[in-house]
């Protein structure tokens, strides 16, 4: 097996190019000229030693061995997508901060943690276990002790 690699700037082409069965849109969606488009296709297809495009008046055709290389693009562009925006997202600061009693962090919450971070994977999840509760009707959600809420509710 090669370890040959085309040229991102090429795959990117192919992919949008192959998507878009356009020339044009991909050049429009990468910010570069159908001409560069096109050259960056007819690169890799000289590298690849494959054809990966019929070329007809005004439209584009995928060819069998254009069309199965491109599922794989596809499927690989997608994940590299899906892990920029969760890496990004994380970097937003998408911050969840619970604060509560160590039993009920061990015995509850922590089991459950797993498949609420596999359902939101753009969410931090930061735990805070204490014998102190949050007061969320005082201005800017400071802590209380449990005992002080206790006897504020009394």
């Known amino acids: 097996m090669s370890d040959y690699l085309p040229s991102l700037s090429a795959l990117r082409a ?6 878009h069965l356009s020339m044009t849109l991909a050049a429009k969606e990468l910010n570069v000229t159908p001409g560069a488009v096109s050259l960056q296709i007819r690169d890799l ?3 690849l030693g494959v054809k990966l495009f019929e070329r007809k008046t005004r439209a584009l055709a995928l060819t069998v061995e254009g069309a199965d290389y491109f599922s794989t693009l596809r499927a690989a562009f997608r994940l ?12 937003r600061g998408a911050v969840l901060n619970v604060t509560c009693t160590a039993g009920f962090a061990t015995y ?10 596999a359902m939101h994977p753009e969410i931090d999840v930061r735990i805070s276990a204490s014998h102190r ?7 800017g959600s400071t ?12």
């Open 14 to 19: 192919f992919e949008a190019a192959a998507r």
């Open 45 to 47: 297809e000289s590298s």
């Open 80 to 91: 590299v997508r899906e892990a920029t925006a969760a890496i990004t997202a994380r970097g």
């Open 108 to 117: 509850w919450l922590v089991p459950r943690l797993r498949r609420f971070e």
């Open 133 to 139: 509760v949050l007061d969320f009707s005082a201005t």
């Open 143 to 154: 802590l209380q002790s449990a005992t002080d809420s206790a006897a504020m509710t009394a």
